[in-house]
């Protein structure tokens, strides 16, 4: 493999591990300041440290509001990843195959205006990192986006699914 492939590899995962850590970090602070506003409230209404710490103990084991907003964006932030170190592994494998036109191939029975809109549209791979890849937050569906790129010339034939849900 060219050196300049392999650094333009690690400038993606670098890239990708950035905006982990940003999202991670901020899931954190918004965390903080919730549980800090959260027991200022309750202090001010005059609940005792025991029932704070009561209140804390059962959002944390139900996935309150509080603890509950962190595991989502954890799982969220997860989500994103696995699917940014998925489009970097297939865009070297499919260079790598001489691959170069790729189709937007919607997925699920939810799918935004966005998405909808690019449906069975071809570009280079290059292309799409330029407007948006899928689940890179271009679009209004975000993290939550299930389409994919397909190569073209594969036996896969786009779907056409009519939107369900929007």
């Avoid at 998405?115 to 799409?128: A, F, I, L, N, P």
Wanted: aromatic letters at 6%.
């Amino acid at each position: 493999m060219p050196e300049t492939e392999i650094l333009e590899i690690n400038k993606h995962i670098d890239s990708a591990s950035m905006i982990i850590e940003l999202q991670l970090a901020g899931a954190v602070e918004k965390t903080v300041i919730d549980l800090e506003t959260l027991i200022a409230q309750m202090r001010t209404a005059g609940a005792t440290d025991d029932v704070i710490r009561e209140v804390l103990q059962r959002d944390l084991q139900s996935g309150g509001r509080i603890f509950g907003g962190l595991r989502s964006q954890f799982r969220a932030t997860g989500d994103f990843g696995v699917s940014q170190m998925s489009n970097i592994g297939s865009a070297y494998e499919m260079a790598n195959e001489g691959l170069t036109e790729f189709q937007w191939q919607t997925a699920g029975n939810r799918i935004c205006d966005d998405c909808k809109g690019r449906s069975g549209d071809t570009k280079s791979w290059q292309e799409w990192e330029t407007v948006g890849l899928p689940a890179t937050g271009w679009s209004v569906c975000g993290s939550h986006c299930k389409c994919t790129l397909v190569p073209t010339g594969t036996a896969i034939s786009p779907i056409k699914v009519q939107n369900l849900a929007y």
